[in-house]
């Protein structure tokens, strides 16, 4: 497993498709939100949390394409399917190095874009600690809308609305998280609820995933 997760960061930092495209696209987002919604501090205080687990979300969603494309086109995952390590095992390992080199740039960049927006100083440590619980989510999620398109020529857009209804929720609980902590209010339901969706995304994902991968390379 472990030479598994090794050469997949390989491929992944090789490829350009993780840490810098996403990073890239979350600054970009970032620097241009205050010219599309004005300079007012205040304004941006209040959007801050959402826009920043907006951007982090699309930024996980950018690489999703080539999570297991490469390694269908080399026949890897037919080595994958017939190798002594489970196919759901190998997939959960996919989905922790597009974590790795995606999820977890953006978990430490994002306090440093916060001040961009202007976010508030005590949400600063609430929006990583929600980011830390949602995006495995985000990264497990993909990883099964990959396994369920990979065999599709052009997938990529089959790809984004297949995963998108299904990131809603962290979207939703990762954002409103960010948000109370950022005013001061109690966040210990919103964070809860995405550290549930997180874990019932690694438990019960890689089962999911590795039946549809098992019917496309069959």
Request: glycine share 12%.
């Amino acid at each position: 497993m472990i030479a598994l997760l090794l050469r997949d960061l390989r491929l992944a930092l090789r490829a350009g498709g993780g840490f810098g495209l996403g990073l890239a696209f979350f600054l970009i987002l970032t620097v241009l939100v205050p010219f599309s919604v004005g300079p007012q501090s205040a304004l941006l205080s209040t959007i801050a949390p959402g826009i920043l687990w907006l951007g982090a979300l699309l930024a996980c969603l950018l690489s999703l394409d080539r999570l297991l494309a490469l390694d269908f086109e080399d026949g890897t995952l037919d080595v994958l399917a017939t190798a002594p390590l489970p196919l759901e095992a190998a997939l959960a390992v996919k989905a922790l190095a597009h974590w790795i080199t995606t999820g977890l740039p953006l978990v430490l960049a994002a306090p440093l874009l916060g001040v961009l927006l202007n976010l508030p100083p005590q949400g600063f440590g609430w929006l990583v600690i929600s980011l830390l619980l949602g995006t495995p989510a985000l990264s497990m999620i993909g990883t099964f809308g990959a396994a369920l398109t990979v065999g599709i020529k052009r997938g990529g857009l089959l790809l984004s609305l297949l995963v998108l209804p299904l990131y809603v929720p962290t979207l939703i609980f990762g954002a409103e998280a960010a948000r109370r902590g950022a005013v001061g209010m109690d966040v210990e339901t919103p964070l809860l609820l995405l550290a549930g969706i997180s874990l019932g995304s690694i438990a019960l994902l890689p089962f999911a995933a590795a039946a549809a991968l098992r019917m496309t390379i069959r």
